[in-house]
């Protein structure tokens, strides 16, 4: 097929257009950035801004079979919670979002179109308990996500549902529950918390301390990104037209998941909990609907992913600082 993926250039887009080359299409990828880590290798990459009307008609005018639309204005705690960014997530985001679906609703042959949505939607009060949190699909109404991002993805997946009961579009959406993996935001104020962990431990001496915001019991799941690619064109291409959660349901605390990290980096560290951004207490994908309706849910154990994550960040921390330089 041939197929278009949006924000290709981020973390989750390009592991999913390599994914999707590997399988023998041909991709094409667009994003406003340069990808990051080097260009995926037979994806025909193209930097352009999609909150632009023009440069959505032009790429969408050359006919597509699939659009995987993951471009977005995002990233963890430290970028969503702040309240800071809040007017340009929502601008950024959901312009883009206005103009894929619009624009694809008016080509003469539609393409099937793939929305990522997130956990975000989900409300609050759901997730007060770190032990018990809700986060069965249908329990994003009555809504109340807990940031301006989960709004604008809660609005954004009801744009492409009404686009698909008015204009005939195939849509799909998928909420994403915390994926992580090599080739992610680890050290620009972007990244997540597996990899801002990782970060830390690997910069730390032995002997040292990492921080951590909050008091390390508020709780997640983690998806690493193979898994989420899988699942992400299982859900594609299935006939399943409601939104559906990809993420883990092996849920850990973040004093947990910083304490296995240590464990990977065979040091001696301590933890200091300081004030920031948490978001809620608890957060868990629940797979009881994908395994009803694709059969399928993710089965790799966190300790598999953050082997390869730590390893890889690892690597980038010494990239980083480079050697020592020689005394004089």
């Known amino acids: 097929m041939r197929i278009l993926v949006c924000g290709a250039a981020g973390f989750i887009g390009g592991h999913l257009a390599a994914s999707l080359v590997r399988d023998g ?36 005018g050359e006919g597509f079979d699939e659009v995987y639309q993951l471009a977005a204005d995002m990233g963890g705690a430290g970028y ?29 042959n539609p393409p099937r179109l793939f929305f990522s949505s997130s956990a975000c939607v989900y409300p ?10 809700f986060c069965a699909e249908e329990s994003a109404y009555p809504a109340d996500p807990d940031s301006e991002y989960g709004w604008e993805k809660l609005f954004s997946e009801r744009l492409y549902a009404a686009y698909a009961r008015n204009h005939g579009l195939t849509v ?21 918390a597996p990899a801002a962990l990782a970060r830390k431990v ?8 990492i921080e951590i915001w909050g008091d390390g019991r508020q709780t997640r799941s983690f998806l690493y990104v193979d898994e989420c690619v899988e699942g992400t064109v299982r859900l ?39 004030p920031g951004p ?21 089965s790799r154990p966190l300790a598999d992913g953050m082997r390869e994550l730590y390893s890889w960040i690892e690597g980038q921390v010494g990239l980083s600082t480079g050697p020592a330089e020689p005394s004089a």
């Open 172 to 192: 799909r959406i998928a909420r994403y529950h915390n994926i992580f993996g090599p080739l992610c935001s680890w050290n620009d104020g972007r990244e997540k």
């Open 124 to 133: 609050q009060q759901n997730q007060t308990d770190p032990d018990n949190p």
């Open 25 to 60: 299409h041909d991709v094409v990828g667009i994003d406003i950035n340069a990808p990051r880590f080097g260009a995926n290798s037979g994806v025909r990459m193209i930097q352009a801004d999609l909150r632009d009307p023009a440069v959505v008609g032009s790429i969408l």
């Open 80 to 108: 969503i919670f702040t309240g800071d960014n809040d007017a340009q997530v929502m601008h950024n985001s959901a312009t883009i979002n206005l103009n894929v679906v619009n624009t694809a609703a008016g080509v003469k």
């Open 278 to 298: 948490q978001g809620v207490r608890g957060r868990n994908s629940d797979n009881r609907l994908i395994g009803e309706k694709l059969g399928w849910r993710p």
């Open 236 to 274: 594609m291409r299935s006939d399943c037209a409601e939104p559906l959660n990809i993420g883990s349901e092996e849920m850990v605390t973040i004093n947990e998941l910083a304490d296995r990290f240590i464990a990977l980096s065979g040091k001696t560290l301590g933890k200091r909990h300081i």
């Open 202 to 209: 690997a910069e730390a001496p032995d002997g040292g301390e």
